[in-house]
């Protein structure tokens, strides 16, 4: 029973923003480390194929997903906090996506020591990205707080 | 999410070598002869970054390694001073090849680049501060 609430379909989504945007913070801090290496060009994580798997995982669980409970399971609950078949959800974020890549086709300037630094672009990124995990942070942190209201069964 | 901190310690540990090297350079920039006494030009020493590529970076973030190397290839200066007791037979002395505008330029890229390493930890810090914030 708590498994199901803690894995609940929005948990498990937050979940995966907040991995994806501390990888990624890794990976951008990695780009500024080498601001001055030549040769080296700036390295990205998979952020569209994350964005389009999020997608789909919000997709699949606005579905309605009453078939996937058994009759005698019929949950009180509301539907958020339904067991949507967390495993499948977790299957929709591969390994893959979590893998910092060197996208061939990059914007921006290529100086003379072949370095494409752009600290602007990074420190944007960065504060975009801090952002988002702070988001997936803090809703995860109210969801857990409404869960502790309703095992204590009082608001405060 | 600490290995991003590890990352960004790589870089500020690469500009603390390079601003090193500069400050040798630049105490060194008039020095005539070597450890022994004898009369030979100080070579400027330059800093060599590379990307950490090993298995781990592969498809994470890459820090940066730096190697202090020395510059062979530019010519030492050379200036008319037959009085100098380091003099040629010509009466030319051979100062180092060390040019201060290009240390100052590269000092303040330096410079520039250690503070960027240290917002990107502010900012790494601030992340694992809120993930802490979840354990109550």
């Known amino acids: 029973m708590l498994s199901g609430l803690l894995g609940s379909t929005n948990t498990t989504l937050l979940k995966q923003v907040a991995r994806f945007t501390e990888r990624r913070q890794e990976v951008l801090a990695g780009n500024i480390a080498n601001i001055d290496t030549p040769g080296y060009r700036l390295r990205e994580m998979p952020t569209a194929a994350f964005q389009t798997a999020l997608q789909r995982a919000v997709a699949q669980s606005q579905a309605p997903h009453q078939a996937a409970l058994s009759p005698g399971l019929q949950s009180p609950l509301s539907p958020g906090l339904g067991m949507a078949e967390p495993p499948k959800l977790e299957d929709l974020f591969p390994d893959t996506l979590f893998k910092a890549v060197t996208p061939s086709e990059q914007p921006g300037l290529t100086f003379n020591d072949a370095n494409n630094r752009s600290v602007e672009h990074q420190f944007l990124e960065m504060t975009k990205n801090s952002l988002r995990q702070q988001f997936a942070i803090q809703v995860l942190q109210g969801q857990y707080d409404q869960l502790q209201t309703a095992i204590s069964e009082r608001v405060g | ?136």
């Open chain 2, 1 to 136: 999410m600490f290995r991003t901190l590890d990352v960004s310690a790589s870089g500020l540990a690469a500009q603390r070598v390079r601003i090193d090297t500069i400050a040798g350079n630049i105490a060194h920039s008039h020095t005539t002869q070597d450890e022994q006494g004898n009369p030979s030009p100080f070579q400027r020493r330059l800093v060599v970054l590379e990307a950490q590529t090993d298995q781990v970076s592969a498809a994470r973030g890459v820090g940066v390694t730096a190697k202090v190397e020395v510059d062979t290839q530019t010519p030492p200066r050379k200036v008319l001073d037959p009085g100098h007791p380091h003099a040629d037979a010509d009466g030319y002395v051979s100062y180092p090849n060390v040019n201060a505008i290009t240390e100052f330029v590269n000092a303040m890229e330096a410079s520039r680049a250690y503070e960027a390493n240290i917002s990107t930890m502010q900012v790494t810090r601030d992340m694992i501060e809120n993930t802490f914030r979840l354990l109550g």
